[in-house]
């Protein structure tokens, strides 16, 4: 699950988000995890091509095993994005998420059921860095 959770943050993030460099801490709650488990944080450069179309960066690909996951229902309202997932597999889930943008800062949730775990909660916050540097 941790896997498929990093998977997601790494592709998550749509318009109105700027491109860019963007560091992304995710805290996640699911049953059989320990309590107080420390958040996870990445960063990511996000071209502008990515910044343009929220398509290419929701989830799309493979995420934990043989999973496929699917976005659906994808809207935009300002600047709040949400979506639906269906991820098929081993261990079929699905979910919703919504996420917040606010300048060069977001914050969002994603709620996952299935897989045989019971319901999983992650949070997303995330910072714009500045611009990409290769």
């Known amino acids: 699950m941790v896997v498929f959770a990093a998977a997601v943050s790494a592709s998550l993030l749509a318009q109105p988000r700027r491109d860019g460099r ?3 801490k995710m805290e996640m709650d699911m049953p059989g995890m320990p309590a107080g488990m ?3 944080t990445s960063s990511q450069c996000i ?3 990515e910044a343009k179309d929220p398509q290419k960066s929701m989830p799309q690909g493979r995420g934990r095993g043989n999973q ?3 976005v659906s229902d994808y809207k935009q309202d300002g600047n709040k994005v949400t979506w639906s997932m269906k991820c098929e597999g081993q261990q079929a889930m ?3 998420g919504e996420f917040v943008y606010a300048g060069d800062t977001y914050t969002g ?3 996952m059921e299935g897989g045989g775990r019971g319901a999983m909660t992650m949070k997303y916050s995330g910072k714009r860095l500045g611009d990409c540097t290769k």
Request: charged share 30%; proline share 17%.
């Open 22 to 24: 963007w560091e992304v």
């Open 38 to 40: 420390p958040p996870m």
């Open 47 to 49: 071209t502008p091509d």
């Open 68 to 70: 496929d996951c699917k």
């Open 94 to 96: 699905t979910g919703t």
């Open 109 to 111: 949730t994603i709620k």
